[in-house]
Structure formats: C-alpha cells, structure tokens
C-alpha cells in the first residue's frame, strides 16, 4: 500500500461475493469489502443498492412507486450471478462484483468500468461505467449546455444563480437521472441520493461515464425499455406523476418585479383587456407583502386584497404571490412567533434557531423535511385562500440567502424523523416546499386545483408543482438556451416548465421580446416575467408591431388550448413531457443532436417548434423522418432533410406531423370565456395512421380523479381510409356540441361518408394564425398564406362517429 495515501484518500472499490441470497424479487450480496442488493421493480427496472459497511434504513423523497411483482430468474455459474426478467438481464461478476446489463436477447446495453465498478474515496461513493461506442447522454434536469451531455460533467446542488451564463453549472434543480443511447439502445439511470453529486459523461477522460455523491448510499435505478418514452413512463412510475394543472395556468401569465400598488395591477390587467390581449394570471413579487413578511399584506399598497383579487377575478384574472421560506425574525410577528413556538425551524446541533438574512432581513427557516412543519406551513395560506390567491410562487428555495445561500453543512433538518444535515438535505428543501404549499393549498381551496410553481427541485418536484428556470438575461442565446432547459426538464419527468419570457435580467429588444413570445406561447408554462432594474415589459411597450405579433402568438396559444390540455394530460397519464425533444421520438437519427438542430422539439405529439434568434431571417430546420406542413403557409414538406425557412420575427417556424390531428377552439381572452361549443378538428393528412386522446375535464377540480372527465381516442388510417372518433368515456359531459373537420392536404372531389350517410365538404380558405401584423412593410412581405382546407360540421354526438372516404 502505497504511504503517501491517508485512509480517506484511498480508493476501494466493491470487492469478491462471498454470499448471495434471493428473497422474493431481491437478491442481496456480501463482497468482501460491502454490501448490494438488487430489487425487480418490474421487468425494465432495477434497483441497485450498494454501500460500504451496512444499509440505512430505506426511505427516499424521490421514489413512491413500489416493487410490482414479475416474472424473474436467478442463475448461477462458478464465475456468475446473472438475474433476468423478460425485459432486461444483469449479469454480475462475482469476483470482483461488477455489474453488466443486457437486453433479453443478449445486446450489450451497459457495464460498470471492469477495475473501478462502484468505488469509494473517503465518504464519497461512485459508480463507473464504461463509455460506449458512439454513447450519448440526455437529461439530468435543469442543466445548461448541448442536448447531447457527451464530454461534459455536471454539478448538483441547488443554488441561486442569479443571470447564470449559458454554460454555468449549477442551477436550482436537482434530478439526477439521464438516459445513456448508443447502438440503437436506451437505457435510463436515476440516482437516488441526495447529497452533492456529479455526473460526468466523459469528460477529460475517454475511459468512464460515471455517478458520484459526496456521502450515503449508492443507489441507482437501471431502466431499459426500447423507447425514451418507456423510459420515462418508467422514471415517472418510480417518481410520481403530476396533477392536472387548473386550466387557467396554460393561459398567458404575467409578471414583473413588482407590480405595485393595487391600483397598478389593475391597470396592467385592464391594458390587456383594452388592447384584446388575452391574460389569465397576474404575479405579486416581494413588494405585495408588508416588510417581506410572508402571509402579510402591504398595508396601503394593498389595502384591500380580497376586493383587489376580486376585481381581477372578475376581469377574468387570476392572482399568484410570490412566497419565500424566510420567515422574519420579528416579535409580534404571527409566523415568527407560533413558529418558534411550535419548533418549526430548522436549527443548529446545539439548539440554536437558524438564521441568515435575505429580504426581510434576519430570518428562520421552516423545516419542510418535518410533517409536521409541512402542515404548519400549509394551513398559514388560509388567509391568503380566503383573499382569493390561488398560484402559490415558491422562491429562493434553494435556500437562497444573503451571503452566498452558504447555510452551514451541520445545519439540522428533521428528514421525516430520521435526522439529516444540511449537506443531505439542500437538494430536496425546495421540493418539500412546494409541497407543503401544495398540501396546503389543495387542502384549504374546497378542491379547486391550485397553481403551484416553484425554483428549486429534486426528482419528483413533478408530483407537487411547475418550475420555471429562474433568473435568465435579456439575450438571444439565453432564449435558446431557455429552449434546451424546458427539454432536457422533460426529459426528466418534468413537464410544466416555463422560462422567464422577454429574460429577467437586462431589457430586451422589442424583435427578442417578439421572438420571445411565439418561443413561449409553445412551452408548456407561458408567463413574461422581468426584473426590478428594468423597463416597463409587457407586450405593448415594445411598439406596436411587437404587441400585435404579441397578440397573434398569445390568440393561437389560447385556440391551441384543446390541443395543450390533452397534452398535459398525456404527461398526468404516461409522464410524456409536452415539450418533446427530438431525441424522444428521434432518438437515433443523429441530424437531431446537430449544434445548429438540437433546440427543436415537439410541442405536444404533432407541433414542431424551431426555436431560432430574433436577428434571423432566414433559418435551417431539420424536419425528422415523415412528411411535415408549414404550419404558415400549408406546404406539405418530405422529412429526414434540413430546410431552409423564413423566420422574420412574426413568423416562428412550425411544422405539423402529417397525420396529426390536432383539435382546436375560438381565440378567447382568458379561460373563463366560454370557447363556444363548436371544437375545430384539424386533420394533416399523411401516409402514417395516428392516435390522439382527446381529454377535457371541468378544468378546475380534482373530480377527474375519481372520474369526471370527458375523453376520447381519435384515430386517423390512411389506408383503411378513415377517421374515427371512438366513444367517449368520462362521466364529464364535454364542452362542444359540434365540431368542425378541417381537412388539410386532402384532394378536393372525394366522397366522404359519415358513419353511413353522405357527408358533404365544401373547399375553403382559412388563416389559422392572423396574416395582418402591421401595416409596416416590412412585415406584409413575408405572409401567412390562408390555408387550403375542406370544412363540414358534424354533431359531436358521444358514440363513436366514423369518417370514411
Ligand atoms: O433576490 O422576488 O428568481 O423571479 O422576481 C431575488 C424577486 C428574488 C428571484 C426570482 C425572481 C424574483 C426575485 N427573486
């Protein structure tokens, strides 16, 4: 042994099995020098738990799915333990142990690094895998850089990272799960431990991609399944899904920092109204609320609230606060108080209340890790319910504080009675925060569903809230940037994502902001936010072409709406993200991985989005194998080819999968305006049949849950020639009497039956999008074209309604 080494430099790694023993579906091994156990959780996942000297009683904030019973086997050779399902085996080496995984037919999908396997420095756990040929890596969260991680090593551990650059590493998420490609296989890792950890794909080294964290278990996840999508079905199986969201927050949202007093509110919200601008959500920032004090209201800016909420209420509006853990350290202060007399703070080893400063100045901490503390927490929005508030903003969860947000390693938190430090800990404070919000909220709002939105996350922050992106800057890359987020968070369980649109930092140019809009009216969460230190930012401020290409993109994110709502639900059902990247359905055509291509995604299953620059005129798209139609201008496109497209900055470049179908409704101002009953039905024609479920519930209850909802499949096949739209199940009884089918790229002449009666459709122009921006030139050159359509009304009756030609 080499002198030089202290004991906790030394490197060891998991040595010889020297028992095995299966019980039920886990199968435990003692090495020499540790511990692992494995666990079927279903035929494409496994668990692997290893550690150094013994188990940890088992409990994880990430994971509520549980073990399903499966069809497994165990066999056994001199040198081999090899464990398969019909999905997936895991060969181990017995000497050392090191871990091998293969599909059932024996491809190679994944292997520990033959000399390092799973291998401790100290305290710090890690495990090796050998790099593949030609691997790529996708996912890890909220984490900046390319869409392809190959050769980069990430950081995790919540931080506020104010106007972060586009490669700054950490950021405010925690989701240490990726998904390795090569060979034509995918496979998923999720690590379930807390503490600092690092993921490297590797980088400086051509060796190993590897998984690391400073202390506690190795325990990682392996999910396989053919497709990114099962693997995410599978992630999100293990991690939870999300709640329909209330249909209001996938309106158009509007923030700043801040608007104040009462009087101001109303007056952006009635500038919407005025200007035909449709808006769902305004934000209260810090300045709503009397010193920063949570859960207190600013005595004369808002004097009134509830009558202020109300009011906003009734323009159609609703109101979101912005609420941050530090509770001020104030005599007299309820929250204060009652919570250092309930012991609700987190506290140093020796006692003593923790306490750092950030807005209010000196403040305490509650212990969201504690059930107790959670459930304080949730019924001190009572007030703020009884006002009318229903978004709930969690900030600077991270936790943030003056000072760097350095809070002390040893801090104490309650971790569900188990007790934990700081250092396990900050990772997941955020996320039990905006759970405790949740809890709260759901609990007090007489089953109204409420917007929860949150910064700081750890796997499975889905479950609970949204998350936007934090503090981004004014500027064309980070709009790009903001781009890959939004993806790479769906990648990884989460779906209602948003960026600050226009860039929170800095003042954007009226094209950027213009951009902006259209980037964000496709992003699952839509709202404008900015900072103190800037200008006036909504849409009209920028002129008056950037608040009529405001308009257009905001109207068709609102005639979308059907179309958005189902998706969500996709997510609620399989956790398919709505922003898709290209890797989820294109996964092994590497055009999608291309610098210049590696931002596009599918907005929802049919609508392609290429995010590109303000500056731009002209752009290379890359359309994916199948056939596409310019969504501006009808032109049906052949794909696997890159293009070149006119994206001045009233037109984004979108494209509709041929096939699709894609249900639409009347441009609205808010969601409480009635869409009218008649829901259009856009059918793009195709040599490729496709599903779509088409979901609606009440919107705003939980009643889905137990069955109140409206739902059904619509199936297009081109061969068999036919469009169906299968009976509704639900006991909801659905918004539209009729529903209007606009066929796109059919050939005028055909006979169309409806179920067995003729069915006439009349040729017609229509502009899905609104062609008139300005009257400035420059605009008028590049026009949307009225899209050629065949129209007919049919009744929308609940039996299953059959279009044959
Ligand atoms: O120290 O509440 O990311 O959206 O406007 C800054 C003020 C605190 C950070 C959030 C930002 C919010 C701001 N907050």
């Not at 610098?595 to 005129?617: C, H, K, M, W």
């Not at 909802?709 to 096949?717: G, N, P, Q, V, W």
């Amino acid at each position: 042994m080499n002198q030089a080494f202290t004991q906790s430099s030394q490197h060891n790694s998991l040595g010889k099995v020297t028992t095995h023993r299966l019980t039920g579906q886990v199968l435990s091994l003692e090495t020499d020098n540790g511990k692992a156990e494995i666990t079927v959780f279903n035929p494409g996942v496994f668990r692997i738990r290893i550690v150094k000297d013994a188990f940890t009683e088992d409990f994880s904030y990430a994971v509520t799915g549980k073990p399903e019973k499966c069809e497994m086997n165990l066999a056994e050779t001199n040198d081999k333990l090899v464990l398969s399902t019909g999905k997936l085996k895991l060969e181990i080496n017995r000497n050392p142990a090191r871990f091998t995984f293969y599909t059932s037919d024996g491809r190679l999908i994944n292997s520990d690094d033959k000399a390092f396997g799973t291998s401790w420095i100290g305290t710090e756990v890690t495990t090796y895998k050998k790099l593949q040929e030609g691997e790529r890596f996708i996912g890890l969260g909220e984490k900046t850089g390319n869409l392809d991680r190959r050769g980069s090593a990430y950081d995790n551990w919540n931080t506020d990272n104010p106007r972060y650059g586009p490669n700054d590493d950490p950021l405010y998420v925690t989701i240490p799960f990726y998904i390795g490609l090569h060979s034509g296989l995918a496979y998923g890792i999720f690590m379930d431990n807390t503490h600092r950890s690092r993921f490297n794909f590797g980088a400086s080294n051509d060796r190993f991609s590897s998984f690391s964290a400073d202390d506690g278990e190795m325990d990682y996840y392996f999910i396989h399944d053919d497709k990114v999508a099962g693997i995410l079905s599978d992630y999100t199986l293990l991690t939870g899904r999300m709640t329909m969201p209330p249909l209001w927050a996938l309106g158009y949202q509007q923030c700043r920092w801040s608007y104040f007093p009462d009087s101001e509110v109303l007056n952006v919200v009635r500038n919407f109204r005025d200007r035909k601008i449709p808006l769902d959500v305004i934000y209260l920032d810090i300045h709503y609320m009397d010193a920063y004090k949570i859960f207190t209201w600013h005595p004369t800016r808002f004097s009134n609230p509830a009558k202020l909420i109300s009011d906003l209420k009734s323009l159609g509006v609703h109101t979101t606060v912005i609420v941050d853990p530090g509770i001020k350290v104030e005599k007299g202060y309820e929250a204060y108080e009652d919570g250092l007399k309930k012991d609700m703070f987190i506290k140093y080893p020796d006692g003593q209340v923790y306490t750092a400063q950030v807005w209010p100045g000196w403040c305490h901490f509650p212990d969201f890790t504690k059930p107790a503390a959670r459930e304080w927490w949730g019924d001190k929005f009572s007030g703020l319910v009884a006002d009318g508030v229903d978004g709930f903003w969690n900030d600077m969860n991270e936790i943030a504080s003056w000072g760097g947000g350095t809070t002390p390693h040893m801090v104490q938190l309650d971790w569900e009675g188990k007790h934990a430090a700081y250092r396990q800990a900050k990772n997941v404070y955020g996320m039990e925060m905006a759970r405790s919000t949740y809890e709260g909220a759901r609990k007090l709002m007489n089953n109204q569903r409420p917007l929860i939105l949150t910064r700081a996350g750890y796997a499975g922050l889905q479950r609970y809230t949204a998350l936007w992106t934090g503090d981004n800057q004014a500027s064309e890359e980070h709009m790009m940037l903001g781009a890959r987020l939004l993806n790479s968070l769906g990648l990884s369980g989460v779906s209602f994502t948003g960026v600050d649109v226009g860039g929170f930092s800095k003042d954007a140019t009226p094209s950027l902001f213009a951009r902006w809009i259209g980037i964000g009216a496709f992003s699952p969460f839509f709202r404008s936010h900015t900072h103190y230190d800037t200008k006036s930012a909504e849409p009209w401020t920028y002129g008056e072409t950037v608040e009529n290409i405001s308009r257009n993109y905001i109207q068709l994110r609102y005639k979308l709406m059907p179309y958005i709502y189902a998706a969500f639900h996709e997510s609620v059902e399989t956790g398919m993200p709505v922003n898709r990247s290209l890797a989820i359905d294109y996964t092994f055509d590497e055009k999608i991985y291309n610098y210049i291509y590696q931002n596009q995604y599918l907005f929802g299953p049919s609508i392609l989005v290429a995010p590109t620059e303000s500056t731009r005129d002209l752009v290379k798209v890359y359309l994916p194998a199948g056939e596409w139609y310019n969504f501006h201008t009808g032109i049906k496109l052949q794909g696997n080819s890159e293009i070149t497209t006119e994206c001045p900055v009233h037109i984004l470049p979108l494209f509709i999968k041929a096939g699709a179908v894609i249900p639409m409704q009347k441009a609205v101002q808010s969601t409480s305006e009635s869409p009218g009953d008649v829901l259009y039905l856009h059918l793009f024609s195709g040599n490729e049949s496709s599903e779509f479920v088409y979901y609606e519930d009440d919107g705003n209850s939980y009643n889905y849950e137990k069955g109140a909802f409206y739902k059904r499949s619509i199936t297009f096949d081109p061969v068999k020639r036919h469009l169906k739209i299968l009976a509704k199940e639900g006991s909801f009884p659905g918004r539209f009497k009729k529903a209007q089918l606009l066929l796109h790229g059919f050939p005028e002449g055909l006979k169309f039956k409806l179920n067995n009666g003729a069915l006439a459709f009349e040729g017609s122009e229509i502009d899905l999008f609104n062609a008139l921006v300005t009257n400035d030139p420059q605009y008028l050159e590049t026009k949307h074209s009225k899209l050629e359509v065949l129209i007919a009304e049919i009744n929308l009756v609940d039996d299953e309604i059959t279009l044959s030609w």
